[in-house]
């Protein structure tokens, strides 16, 4: 498809049409994936069923399917809708910088977020989005530092203004939070920022940004008829059958 190729050399002269069809394409799949997101949560409350079983249980066989589907899984409504902004920003950026390889880079970051925390979480039943959300977040960030990029960088800053906290969520001060989803995101973010870093994203620049490289460079000489002037931005709920703990 031509929209996954299109990078133009002069951002100046874009393809309107073209630019309309990559923002409605990068729409899709956050949002396919934000309305199943809702549907499972509905169908737990209403119909009082809980796939709490089918997030990541570190270390254990009956937790390793979590790795696909404990981002579709939350404890409430609150604890979705907390996930699903930033994931549904975050998820639209990617396609819409990335496009060609944007899939391939949420892909790692899905299963490198879940497989962490399968061999490296504590014993507790890991579910939620936000694990994901932190790897998208920081994908973003370190990109953005990596190609100095000030969309990218203002991208993650606002992220985390949405999402709040995302630092702290990294800690170990909740012991109903899922630190380690967050952390292990966050940490698949950076490695995929670093793997993908030689890609490049092609851009109109700030004007400042022109300025600021004008002043290393050395000054084009005047036209002859020019006056002289001589100046030159998954938590984890404990609670049991009988004792049973969950992280979201």
Do not use: C
Not at 140 to 149: E, K, P
Request: net charge negative; no cysteine.
């Amino acid at each position: 498809m031509k929209i996954f190729n299109y990078y133009p050399s002069n951002p100046r002269k874009l393809d309107y049409k073209l630019e309309k069809r990559i923002f409605f394409h990068s729409l899709f799949f956050p949002t396919l994936l934000v309305v199943l997101f809702w549907i499972v949560e509905i169908i737990e409350q209403t119909l009082g069923y809980s796939f709490v079983k089918l997030g990541i249980f570190p270390l254990h066989l009956k937790g390793l399917p979590g790795i696909l589907f404990s981002p579709f899984i939350h404890s409430g409504f609150k604890h979705l809708f907390s996930n699903s902004v930033p994931f549904f920003i975050l998820m639209f950026a990617l396609i819409y910088f990335y496009r060609r390889i944007s899939y391939r880079i949420f892909f790692w970051l899905y299963i490198l977020a879940g497989t962490f925390v399968w061999f490296l979480g504590r014993e507790a039943w890991h579910i939620g989005a936000s694990g994901v959300v932190y790897a998208m977040a920081a994908f973003h960030f370190v990109s953005g530092i990596i190609r100095n990029d000030v969309r990218l960088l203002t991208l993650s800053v606002t992220v985390v203004f949405l999402y709040g906290g995302l630092v702290w969520g990294m800690l170990p001060i909740d012991p109903e939070i899922s630190w380690e989803g967050h952390l292990w995101g966050a940490v698949s973010g950076v490695m995929m920022a670093l793997v993908y870093r030689k890609y490049v994203i092609r851009r109109d620049k700030f004007d400042w940004e022109d300025e600021e490289e004008d002043d290393d460079e050395t000054p084009p000489e005047a036209p002859e008829n020019a006056p002289d002037d001589n100046q030159n931005v998954t938590g984890v709920i404990n609670f049991d059958e009988e004792k049973r703990n969950t992280t979201f």
